[in-house]
């Protein structure tokens, strides 16, 4: 988050160095009349009586200086801690260029000439950005497929992937079988670019040495593996069936029902079940909310440990009697008698 917003490359070596070496998905754009001489006016003089160095304020102006790469600049900023974003620079040889849109990418359609925006992940086809130059439309396209081809699900991940509005499929390895291992990823991961349901479909991987017991109620054996079902969550839904062999005549087979649906089984929940599923549906909300409460109980955890708040004994006061005529002067004169007496 300390790094720059936009990272600026010049080759398809650098995009793997510098924006896929942490992160498998990322946002290129190119614009051959981008240069650092031709933004002007208040965003000029706010970048030149910046704090940054010449180099930076360089490439600040290039980033800044067509529409096409500020918006990109403004999504990169607002999305920066969830994705990687690059642009490349108008300097950059077409060989580089080409590297990009190998033969089997972007339709046939060649690179466009007068600058893209595209989303780029290594063994995966280039996806060009079709869509409107605006802040919340390319928001939008970044956030929609900010996934990779095939994801490693895992306790961290499962639930926000699961929640895509997709099914699930996931191809489940045993991590010390490393042959077959290898196989079947690759194949999972040939059928996620290039498979007729692809569109489908979020495509993952899972350990299911690791994950055993909770791969379990979908009936996956450790014994069987590699082994593929489908799952749709919101729904409590899985498509399951050893005897159906291969990736692809496993989706083939589950698109034309040939393999039934099973309902997955409820697990049955306590109160406390129920409120930790409540605090991860709700979040970021319920953070806020336990945040408060802690905030509160640990304010008044402190007021205890000082004691309790009691007011001021009540000073005492002399007993007052009715008292008429000669009784009361004589025992007025009496008190103020006692009181000088006293001082």
Not at 133 to 144: C, G
Not at 262 to 282: M, T
């Amino acid at each position: 988050m300390s790094a720059r917003a936009v990272s600026i490359i010049s080759s398809y070596a650098e995009s793997k160095e510098q924006l896929l070496n942490k992160i498998p998905v990322a946002y290129i754009v190119y614009d051959p009349n981008a240069s650092t001489s031709t933004s002007s006016g208040e965003e000029d003089s706010t970048i030149d009586s910046s704090g940054a160095t010449e180099e930076e304020k360089a490439l600040e102006k290039l980033v800044q200086s067509t529409e096409m790469t500020r918006v990109f600049g403004q999504v990169a900023r607002k999305l920066q801690a969830q994705g990687s974003f690059g642009m490349l620079s108008p300097s950059t040889t077409s060989e580089e260029m080409t590297k990009f849109f190998d033969s089997s990418s972007n339709s046939g359609n060649g690179i466009p000439t007068s600058g893209f925006i595209a989303r780029i992940e290594e063994d995966v086809p280039i996806k060009v950005y079709t869509g409107e130059v605006t802040t919340d439309a390319l928001t939008n396209f970044a956030q929609e497929t900010n996934l990779a081809a095939v994801i490693e699900l895992g306790g961290q991940n499962f639930r926000f992937v699961s929640r895509r509005g997709k099914s699930v499929a996931v191809a489940v390895y045993n991590p010390e079988d490393t042959i077959k291992t290898t196989n079947f990823k690759k194949e999972m991961k040939d059928y996620a670019v290039n498979g007729k349901y692809k569109d489908e479909y979020i495509y993952g991987t899972m350990d299911g040495i690791k994950w055993d017991k909770f791969l379990s109620q979908f009936s996956i054996q450790k014994e069987n593996l590699p082994e593929l079902f489908v799952l749709d969550v919101p729904n409590r839904t899985y498509w399951q069936d050893p005897s159906v062999f291969g990736v692809s005549n496993f989706i083939t087979a589950v698109q034309n029902g040939e393999i039934e649906p099973r309902e997955q089984e409820k697990r049955k929940a306590g109160i406390l079940d129920e409120i930790l599923q409540a605090f991860v549906d709700y979040m970021p909300y319920s953070l806020f909310f336990m945040l408060a409460l802690f905030g509160t109980v640990f304010m008044l955890v402190v007021r205890l440990d000082d004691g309790p708040i009691m007011p001021p004994p009540p000073q005492p006061q002399r007993e007052k009697k009715k008292l008429g005529g000669k009784e009361a002067e004589e025992k007025i004169d009496s008190d103020d008698s006692a009181d000088k007496k006293n001082k």
